[in-house]
């Protein structure tokens, strides 16, 4: 997924009211996600050129935003409507086999006859139910909200429609009892894992005329990542020099209200021994997490069915790496980050509150 956030971060102004606007409706919207990631990357590119150059914003999208909106993401040309209505048809009968087959060989206990036994389709049907709402929900917000608005946060609209998402997720079973959409589960097994069968021979077949260009798509992709890692670093520290500044505020207010002083010196020194225990903090953690785990494979020796719990620790281990990987990182590049403020700061003579103020 590509960090708008980031992206809208590194812009001013109205550069990035214009760009929150135009990412909210691509976002929000019955936009094909490649199209949505293609055209969002054409933009930040356009609007960081127009920024340096200092053209105004209606130089690129006119006065009328939504119309741009709608003529920049409409990729009917590209993409044919039959196609995309064909390959969601063929998503939605690949889940259905898939349910098909985990009621019939994992939830169900008891032996049934495959040809003559039924099942409730229900929790795929409220499932499609929620995906219309988001989609209407997301529309909703663009004409209601995006353009209404002089400025817009997405942040709570995201909320809102992963609330709804989960909300159906967790419903969703409570109405297969209630409400029952029985459909042979013979016919509908071998229906949907034949369309299923079809769709993926059909890819793979394209995947093999397409492999050049495929190869092609995977270098611009790997491109691509790059160019996001970078913008993602250099958000990221503007994040870490708001946090900076923040930090040192606190930390005035709370020895003023004590009656001492803290000085800009002190503050930047805490800073510094910060990054000299970058890697103290990363043993720590790990060994916090090696202990929990510990606890949990000791664990797997004393209870009356060991199977569910090996099962837990191992997907637990798991999840610690993935952990551990993420704080290393996010501690490296904090780190990095506080470099490249403080050599910036003590080259130019200005304190961090200065440099943040210039970034804005």
Request: net charge neutral; with cysteine.
């Amino acid at each position: 997924m590509i960090d708008t956030l980031a992206m809208a971060n590194l812009l001013k102004g109205e550069y990035k009211e214009a760009f929150t606007k135009i990412d909210m409706y691509g976002s929000m919207g019955n936009v094909d996600m490649d199209i949505y990631e293609d055209r969002i990357m054409n933009l930040y590119d356009m609007f960081v050129e127009a920024q340096e150059e200092g053209k105004p914003v209606e130089k690129i999208i006119g006065k009328d935003i939504e119309g741009f909106c709608k003529a920049y993401y409409n990729c009917r040309e590209e993409k044919k409507w039959y196609v995309d209505v064909l390959k969601r048809f063929c998503n939605i009968m690949t889940i259905i086999f898939v349910y098909c087959l985990l009621e019939t060989f994992w939830v169900r206990e008891d032996k049934i006859d495959f040809f003559e036994d039924n099942i409730n389709i229900m929790p795929i049907v409220v499932g499609l139910i929620v995906g219309f709402i988001l989609v209407g929900l997301g529309k909703l917000i663009n004409k209601q909200v995006t353009f209404k608005k002089e400025k817009v946060n997405p942040a709570p609209y995201s909320i809102l429609l992963l609330v709804v998402f989960v909300v159906g997720v967790i419903f969703a079973p409570l109405f297969k009892d209630d409400i029952n959409i029985s459909v042979p589960l013979g016919i509908i097994t071998i229906v949907s894992g034949v369309i299923t069968g079809i769709y993926l021979l059909v890819k793979i077949i394209i995947k093999i005329v397409n492999r050049d260009k495929i190869k092609l798509a995977k270098e611009e992709k790997a491109q691509r990542k790059e160019v996001l890692d970078e913008i993602e670093f250099r958000a990221g520290i503007k994040d870490v020099a708001d946090g900076m500044v923040t930090r040192y505020n606190k930390k005035v207010t709370k020895h003023q209200k004590k009656g001492k002083t803290y000085t800009y010196d002190e503050f930047i020194q805490s800073i510094r021994k910060e990054m000299k225990d970058e890697k103290q903090y990363n043993i720590v953690v790990g060994a916090i997490l090696i202990i929990w785990a510990g606890i949990s494979v000791v664990r797997c020796f004393f209870v009356a069915e060991p199977i569910p719990m090996i099962v837990f620790t191992a997907l637990l281990i798991v999840a610690e790496v993935f952990i551990y990987k993420w704080f290393v990182k996010f501690n490296k590049e904090q780190t990095l980050s506080y470099e490249i403020i403080l050599g910036e700061c003590e080259k130019r003579d200005i304190t961090v509150d200065e440099y943040v103020k210039e970034m804005e």
